[in-house]
């Protein structure tokens, strides 16, 4: 295993030099869920939720989510954003939404953290809109599904990435 990147040679936290990194096309991949009742699944589905689309709300915030990492994590480097897509799948055998997010770059440094940031802003979204049915509901499984360019190469979570989640 590696070093952490993010502590210099005393200990202390700093934000990594990337200056010496060549650009490269940059992709980072994440998901993660929503559980909730039934119910709320319908909800969504239906769009007839009080606050209105929730799906496409949550995507917007996700999007939104994505350009503002750098500030809401301290050592993230602010990045040029090439695309963002965003996609909700209703996951009906385990009262779930999915939310995957695939980030992209031309850059010295990777979109992992911008991925991960828009899945769980936009599953924080579906919870603020429907938490007035389902108090109840539970954000989890968010990971990093793949990785691609920069000095370290490709990477792809182990397992199946459309895999239901665990009720």
Known sequence: ?????????????????????????????????????????MLIESGSAKKGDVIGVARIAAIQGAKRTAELVPLCHPIAITRIAVEFELVRE????????????????GVEMEALTAVQVGLLTVYDM????????????????????????????EGKDDEAPAT
Not at 13 to 34: F, L, N, P
Not at 95 to 108: F, I, K, Y
């Open 1 to 41: 295993m590696s070093e952490l990147t993010h502590f210099d040679a005393d200990g202390q936290a700093h934000m990594v030099d990337v200056s010496a990194k060549g650009e490269t096309h940059r992709v980072a991949r994440a998901s993660g869920v929503i559980r909730m009742r039934p119910e709320t699944l």
């Open 94 to 109: 385990a009262n779930a939404l999915r939310c995957t997010a695939q980030v992209e770059t031309l850059g010295r440094t």
């Open 130 to 157: 429907c938490k007035a049915v389902d108090r109840g509901m539970v954000i989890g499984d968010v990971r990093v599904l793949e990785k691609r360019g920069g000095k370290s190469g490709d990477w792809h979570a």
